[in-house]
């Protein structure tokens, strides 16, 4: 079958070469026809983005959004010398105010200057703003801070608890304004009944974060020092970034797979005929992603790299046979046609591989890694076409001088070292075997020093104004990140009950004594804090009475009273019946593998003290960062599993042996293992990046496995002598897979320019995992074939003729 397979390639290699023209011609149209579809590319770098439309938690969220808006607040934090000052309050007021007049799709905005203050005027109840009567006099702002400072819904929210920050709160629209009509709806699509709203788009939350930061540049100074944190603050500077990052890693692999290829091959053509099918081969999958709709994630914003670099390796084996032949003096439609016959099927094979250690990421809970399981593995399948098809027409149209013909014997200095090295390893082979296994025994024991992590402030280097800004509010402020307990008792009114909303205050009470490691529950916002503010204020603003009426019609009169009163904050606690609350919890924006243990206690509160007496769902964006974690395990788990039983067995097939195909999966898992060892003794999480390595490692791997046990097959069945089969092996096909391992290697090592630590370490990783792979191929693979078979050889000389016979 095999034989009958590299005969069929031989054929196609005939045809393309005669009718390179239409081939030609037919490539570049597709590929002009789908690159229509290029501008239609988004970004999408929002927490709930992570997760799939149908998935419990995002659903839970957006039902949340819709009944409360948005829970994504920006916090402009500003640090004066002192916040109680004249001069100082003045300019807050002019930024607060050119704020809500310059920047785009507020909801709200909320700063000491415009926030709530209830009061009771003998039997009147006042709902105003804390600086209705602007200060002129020092007693007036000593009065002002008297009451600022008093008041418990400021402390932490509007002011830190020391006195020293005072924040302007922005609440964003949650509806996208996109698709609405003339009239405004909000969101909301005209093009049918029952049109469901979508959300705020990346492009708008640019958009706002964009006027903003406008604004924030012409106040900020030395004594009026501005740092802008919150969810929708870090969206849209991991969106720039990913802008940023993806052209830069675009160019950088370009140059580099120029510069490999000229050191490969020393001529034009083997630098420009892989280059224009890689590229083409790139701008097809891209144009299947913008026609699909499919936005760039954090994950596969790495996809134009990373094909790039997988994606040429296929034309390096076909060209390095092709030319191997040329050398002997074969035409260029007979070179090209022993290639296809000779690395087509380990081409193809090789492809399949890649894709099905990649397409196990489509079962993955997170979004971002299943569109990567997708299109990272239709860009590969993509690039084999265009290897197997455009490559070949590329050689016979492009115009190449004659080879110097080479003596059989004559090897280049990088196939003798490698020659070399599988000889030693072949004839030391006990010794090669145990000094790889002693060193997956220590890989494993760094394995199980492995953490979680789910960090995105820490993606950012120390000094980026977004990590500044977020650890100054988690120190200071309580955090930016919030969750909601969203509380349904069943029934309308049923939160005007003293009972309940007593349950709710010993909530936020016990929640104030949560911590857990370093996450803790910063500040608690409910209809409690009204209902308190209000009885005091009709108490004679007693601070005495800042507590929850006994009486259930008393709450009802009060709540009723504040509703009159103009005021519609209570929309921000209740729905219009009563019944239904939400309890919101800030907490700082740490790494979110600690969340899930600060929520089970919430939880076990919260079951507690409600006893019963309502239900409740736990959301907000600080759950849906929590939940990632859990996500990450189970797709790792999953992802590794399903690419291992897709490999094994086209390694297996490709081979022909189970035995030695089981063997060869050896130098497959090794690096992987190798590379999860070192994190774990260097201290390096598992995150949402980390978590790829395995996969794609898995799939890369194995290609030069491919390519060497279909070289070796072929060697040792004709001579039945394994270290002479190593030898010819690693002459005929070491120096593509060297090659390729470092195009691919290289293709990682350049995310060390990213603007995005966590992509540092993934690119390292990665190109240490493909090196390693490189090593257990040249190394460990023959090593173990030598000890499999159990024969015993002359040894060849290492300047043996390794050519390939037809």
């Not at 932490?156 to 709806?185: F, H, K, M, P, R």
Request: charged content about 20%; overall charge negative.
């Amino acid at each position: 079958m095999r034989d009958r397979i590299e005969r069929a390639f031989q054929r196609w290699g005939h045809w393309a070469y005669r009718r390179a023209w239409l081939v030609v011609a037919c490539a570049v149209l597709l590929v002009a026809g789908l690159a229509t579809q290029l501008p239609g590319l988004s970004f999408d770098t929002s927490t709930e983005g992570f997760f799939h439309e149908d998935n419990p938690v995002r659903v839970a969220y957006d039902e949340f959004r819709e009944r409360f808006g948005s829970d994504q607040r920006i916090l402009v934090v500003i640090h004066p010398p002192k916040i109680f000052d004249l001069a100082f309050l003045e300019k807050l007021r002019r930024f607060h105010e050119e704020i809500e007049a310059r920047v785009p799709m507020l909801v709200e905005v909320t700063s000491l200057v415009n926030a709530r203050e209830t009061r009771g005027e003998g039997d009147q109840l006042i709902v105003g703003e804390l600086m209705e009567e602007w200060p002129e006099t020092p007693e007036q702002l000593a009065d002002l801070e008297r009451r600022a400072r008093g008041n418990p819904l400021y402390i932490d929210n509007l002011i830190s608890s020391d006195g020293s920050l005072t924040t302007i709160l922005i609440e964003t629209q949650a509806y996208s304004s996109v698709g609405a009509d003339s009239a405004g709806l909000g969101g909301f699509d005209d093009a049918g009944a029952g049109a469901q709203p979508s959300f705020l788009t990346g492009e708008e939350t640019a958009e706002i974060v964009a006027a903003l930061y406008e604004v924030i540049a012409r106040y900020q100074a030395p004594d009026f020092e501005i740092h802008a944190a919150g969810t929708p603050i870090m969206t849209d500077q991991l969106q720039l970034g990913m802008r940023a990052d993806m052209l830069r890693f675009t160019l950088l692999a370009i140059g580099l797979i120029i510069g490999l290829l000229a050191l490969l091959f020393r001529r034009v053509a083997g630098v420009v005929l892989p280059l224009v099918t890689v590229l083409l081969s790139l701008i097809g999958t891209m144009s299947v992603m913008a026609a699909t709709r499919t936005p760039i994630t954090i994950a596969t914003q790495i996809l134009p790299s990373f094909l790039l670099a997988v994606g040429v390796g296929g034309s390096v084996h076909i060209l390095a046979i092709f030319y191997q032949a040329r050398r002997r003096g074969e035409s260029k439609q007979e070179a090209l046609a022993f290639a296809l016959g000779h690395s087509g099927l380990a081409v193809v094979m090789t492809s399949l591989t890649t894709a099905g250690g990649l397409v196990s990421f489509m079962a993955a809970e997170l979004r971002p890694i299943s569109h990567f399981g997708v299109f990272a593995p239709v860009g590969v399948l993509v690039a084999l076409v265009f290897t197997l098809a455009l490559l070949p027409a590329l050689i016979a149209v492009f115009p190449m001088r004659e080879e110097q013909q080479r003596r059989a014997t004559e090897l280049a200095a990088t196939q003798r070292l490698l020659v070399r090295t599988g000889d030693l390893a072949s004839r030391h082979a006990g010794l090669t075997t145990g000094v790889w296994a002693v060193g997956l025994v220590l890989a494993l024991v760094g394995a199980f020093r492995l953490e979680l992590s789910h960090s995105p402030s820490e993606w950012f280097p120390k000094n980026h104004p977004v990590r500044v800004a977020s650890d100054l509010v988690n120190q200071r402020m309580g955090g930016s990140l919030f969750i909601e307990f969203v509380v349904d008792t069943g029934r309308p009114n049923g939160l005007h009950d003293p009972d309940l909303l007593r349950r709710f205050d010993a909530i936020a009470a016990e929640a104030a004594g949560v911590r857990v490691g370093e996450m803790y529950v910063g500040k608690t916002l409910s209809l409690v804090d009204v209902v308190k503010e209000i009885h005091q204020a009709l108490n004679e603003n007693r601070p005495e009475y800042h507590a929850i009426p006994d009486d259930r019609r008393l709450v009802s009169q009060e709540l009723l009273l504040f509703e009159n009163s103009g005021s519609d904050d209570l929309e921000d606690f209740v729905d219009p019946q009563f019944a239904l609350g939400r309890i919101t919890m800030k907490l700082p924006f740490l790494d979110a593998a600690g969340f899930s243990d600060v929520f089970d206690e919430l939880r076990r509160i919260v079951d507690r003290i409600l006893d019963g007496r309502a239900e409740y769902v736990l959301t907000g964006m600080g759950v849906l960062a929590g939940e990632t974690i859990h996500a990450v395990m189970h797709s790792i788990l999953r992802s590794y599993l399903i690419a291992f039983l897709v490999i094994a067995p086209l390694l297996m097939l490709l081979i022909g042996q189970v035995g030695i195909g089981l063997l060869a999966m050896i130098p497959n898992l090794a690096p992987i293992l190798m590379t999860l060892g070192l994190m774990g003794w260097l201290g390096f999480p598992l995150d949402t990046f980390t978590m790829l390595i395995g996969s794609i490692a898995i799939g890369l791997a194995v290609d030069d496995t491919i390519h060497f046990m279909h070289n070796f097959r072929r060697f040792y069945a004709s001579s039945g002598d394994v270290r002479g089969a190593i030898r010819e092996t690693l002459s005929s096909t070491g120096q593509a897979m060297l090659f390729t391992s470092l195009v691919l290697s290289g293709g990682f090592f350049i995310y060390f320019f990213a603007s995005m630590e966590v992509l540092h370490r993934f690119g390292l990783l990665t190109a240490f995992t493909i090196i390693m792979a490189f090593l257990a191929d040249v190394i460990l693979a023959p090593a173990l074939l030598t000890l499999a078979t159990g024969r015993r050889v002359a040894d060849a000389p290492a300047s043996a003729s390794m050519e390939t016979t037809r």
